[in-house]
């Protein structure tokens, strides 16, 4: 871990101007994510900006019968809030089918959404990696594979985004808050905010320097049955090889986004159109020109597999 | 702190990991947090985890470092009375906070329950992720207790019990090579008054 | 003492403190974060300081410039040490490839470097400042491709006769065999993934070294510590009282106990260092991955006529197959056999034993095919398996098993476990959306005879203290020590100090091979037995006659508390166990059968394990609470190996990619469901007189077969290729959508 100085900021803009200002700065809240990163220099940020005394750690009602939720809310309290649990069900299901209890306990919303790829190239500082060192090559293309993208992923960078929480919060259509240098607010829909990799993997997120996230909110609850179904080798503690996020309707339609197999929570509207013809029209549509490796290809059966388990639990 | 700020290398993050410029010299950051209920006054570098702040500057080594990145469990410790991975927490933004440890919880002569029932059941075998286990356990039935939701829960709505699979699902971030997971459960389950 | 004639009844029959369950003595320390390991003897040391060793960015090839310059000018730096200044190093008896690497690199993360810097911080920082160039050479990487071309490495023993094991003529008879099966079956490598990192402190005091470390045999630690370092025996000391998880991983010198060792002298001051998680997985040994290839001819009463089990391996120059075809030499009947191994010259990093070489990924195949077979027989599987017990080694019908209850263990195990409600037609039993199976596999590995001594010491205060240097890595050592001790001087256990792992007390038979508790407590006893002849002459008394207990001492008529016996001044009793004759006369080995129940969602492939139970035939246990955990812990390792345990290997790069613990995943709480276990009342009077034998890895072998056949009986689908992931069945599953 290279060295770096520390401040604990008492105000979004300054933290914002603090980071924007200079090369190497960094927000910190959670951590359990950056410091992973920085241990193995992966990451290696010249200065941190600790956000946690900002406040934005509250779940309030929106007044157009949404919730905004704080950017410091840890995943733990948002999986335990009752409307939450009584009306974004497929929000806590995300939650809790991720990480484990210590590290939801620490971990962070705004957090969360940042999290960066688990791709075991990547954390390899030894080997080649757009992301990590742009330019340098990807040596995953051509290596082990297994967990990694199968569709709007570039000949750059094969990477997935690795979260649950997202996948949820893209079913949700939420909207992601924030606040930059000059004071200046804005809204990003979550399906805006994770790039793809394209000739930039190095860029997760559509972020500019020093922006902080503030809050996310979401819109009126869209009622329905909610499901998660997280496929992985072991029953807890993994990362996912498949995830369904869904919210199904008496009627059969619904919204259905996939994690695990994209640089970002894959959604594709027109696939959801779909739903009430089956898992398999669906993910034809969702993964069309999806472009597996060898070790990766079983995510398109799986994936169709995995959401006709969801639509089969929603029929009871 | 800001000062600290301006002795800091000017330059971008090399975005290789084995670059070759030298690291500022570290400026140790104070911090006062109570541990085991006693207030500790230290003087970190502030790359100091909280684990290593424990371990190596209050020399509390019941916490113990199996992974160092959130993999294992083994860290675990009760902040604020909530369970974390201390390794993946800077000791510096501990500021103020209240540390529960392993050594915090019961003593060889005044044993915690649940440190009782690890030795009644056999809930461990070489003993490395056991600190981290009991902690993660005493904060797991008190989470069941607060209600706070898991995987295993059936219906999110309704109040989680004690049952084996909540626990085992709720206990999952500790890992144990030795494999004494069923054994564990059962310790766990005499402390909750039920059945693994 | 000499064992070289069945033990007759003798004072551990008592059985009033060996095997009685017993919580650990080391409980209350290892439950209060207490009992001190490598890294944490800050008691003994103050102020440490810290080393990070750097490992090698290639697999094979030279390192062409290492510039330290930037690291040595890095805040708190103290000293780097490379291969250029650590002087002349030797290579450990126990060790394939040397453990500091440069200029030549043998492996992927061998170790090239440390940085010893006053704080980890420091030293971990200072550590990414090397400047390391290299020229990259070609290796092998490939099994597939090493084993087209790999030699015979021998019969499934020990692997330095490199010829084929025969017995009768295979060919002929399997070619006549009226029903057979020829399959292969693959096993990936596998990481130990221990929960303590690998960790020393090395202290100089003048020439003399004493590393703390964590390491499971101390004495094959401490002569290949001396030997690498260039020093005499006498000038080492090893001490290593807590192991944090070994499965042996941990039985050689490792790089961490070197690199303390030479940074501290370089520093001049105590170093302790811990190897980082991310490396551990390659600068490690492995279990290495097998190519199994197994033939079974039987007769259509299913009595067996022909087996061939072949296994091919890979290893660096130097080393040693993995034996996964020992087991099928003794656990069925069969006239005609033949055993092979094959081994590939490989640049991964070093194979070497892992928790049951041999059988644990050997049973995985064996226990598989022979479930194949039984299915083409038409025959239940546990009755397939008793029809072809055997009594006698096949090989020598004259040499009988010490003791062989494999056919109580299963009909045992079949009854406790509801077998015969196992529907024989696979997927033919639903659970909701889970298709629900059962399994079994026999359990078999041999026992080993070792060496082993202590030192007890009865003293002026009457305090009983057992020193060896025994290692407890969580096998329950101290506890069942304190048991034999206490059985053979009168007194409970509780009252017996237990003082392990150091290499100034008599050398054990260390941890390792499941041959620790046999006959670590086997040589307690002869060193006891001493003991006792001490205490007895002492009182005056005719040691033929004496019986230990309740405290007292007693001769016909004439009864001291053992505390006065001590009062005139301290006793010692010091003797080994040592071995002759009698594991060649007979087949000293261990039985158990795994019964399994699983589900596989039959949407999404996922396996869960629902229901497992091991009955288990090993002689006496000594302490049924640990022998119990060693048991549980087996075949939790089992299901990881089954289910999700793959040290994947990038060819191009010879190194394993998913080198950490969020990456190679080992099983979690959820994976794994109340286990049960059943001991069989034995004694076996030819192992020793503790009438024991080992138990620890008996736990792991089959467990994997047995899981892989609950998987098959539940979708119909067979996999032949560890570990059963869902994709390698996901197709074949019925249609869902």
Redesign the interface.
Known sequence: MKAFTYERAKDPVAAARAVAGRSGAKFIAGGTNLLDLMKIEVETPTHLVDVQDLGFDKIEATKDGGLRIGALVTNTDLAADERVRRDYAVLTRAIVAGASGQLRNKASTAGNLLQRTRCSYFYDTNMACNKRKPGSGCAAIGGYSRQLGIIGVSDQCIATFPGDMAVAMRVLDAVIETIDAEGQRRSIPIADFHRLWGDKPEQDTVLKPGELITAVTLPRPLGGKHFYEKVRDRASYAYALVSVAAVIQDDGTGRVAFGGVAPRPWRVEEAEALLPKGAAAVTARAFQGATPTKDNAFKLPLATRALASVLAEAKG | ??S??T???A?????????????????N?PVKMKVNGKPRELKL?????LL?AL??HL????????????????C?VIVNG????S????A??H?GDEVT???G????DK?HPM??A???H?G????????GQ?C?AV??LD?IKR???????AD??AAPGAT?EE???????????????????EAMADVAGAS? | MKFDTPAGANPIDTMTVVGRPHTRIDGPLKVTGLAPYAYEHHKEVESPAYGYVVGSAIAKGRITNLDTSAAKAAPGVIAVVTAEDAGKLGKGNFNTVKLLGGPEVDHYHQAIAIVVAETFEQARAAAGLLKVDYARAKGRFDLTEGLKTAKLAGGGDSGNEAKEDRVGDFEKAFGEAPVKIDVEYTTPDHSHAMMEPFASMAVWEGDSVKVWTSNQMIAWGHGDLAKTLGMPKEKVRLMSPYVGGGFGGKLFLRTDAVMAALGARAAKRPVKVALARPMMANNATHRPATHQRIRIGATKDGTITAIAHESGSGDQPGGSPEIAAAQTKLLYAGSNRLIAMRLAELDLPEGNAMRAPGEAPGMMALEAAMDEMAEKLGMDPVAFRIKNDTQVDPAKPDRKFSQRQLVRCLETGAEKFGWSKRQAKPGSVRDGKWLVGMGVASAFRNHMNMTSGARVRLGSDGIVTVETDMTDIGTGSYTIIAQTAGEMLGVPAEQVVVKLGDSSFPVSAGSGGQFGAANATAGVYAACVKLREAVAQRLGYNSADVTFKEGKVTSGNRSASLKDAGRGGELVGEDKIEFAGLDKAYQISTFGAHFVEVGVDSYTGVVRVRRMLAVCAAGRIINPVSARSQVIGAMTMGVGSTLMEELAVDKRFGMFVNHDLASYEVPVHADIPHQDVIFLDEADDKANPMKAKGIGELGLCGVGGAVANAIYNATGVRVRDYPITLEKHLEKLPEVA
């Open positions: 702190m800001g600290a700020a002795a800091a290398a330059g971008t993050a090399p975005l290789v990991a084995q670059g070759t410029s030298p690291s500022p010299a570290p400026i950051l570098d502030p790359r100091t985890t290593d371990r190596e020399q509390l080594t019941g916490t113990k470092k199996g992974c160092d990145h959130g993999q294992c469990g083994a675990t909530k369970r974390i991975n390794c993946l927490s800077l510096v933004m500021e440890t392993i050594e919880l019961g003593t060889p044993l440190q009782a690890f030795i009644k056999d461990y075998q070489c003993g490395y992720c056991t600190p009991i993660s904060a797991v989470e209600g706070v939701p898991s995987h295993a829960q999110l709505t084996g626990m085992r699902e709720r206990m999952s971030g500790n890992i144990c090579r030795c494999g004494a997971y069923s054994n564990i459960a693994a």
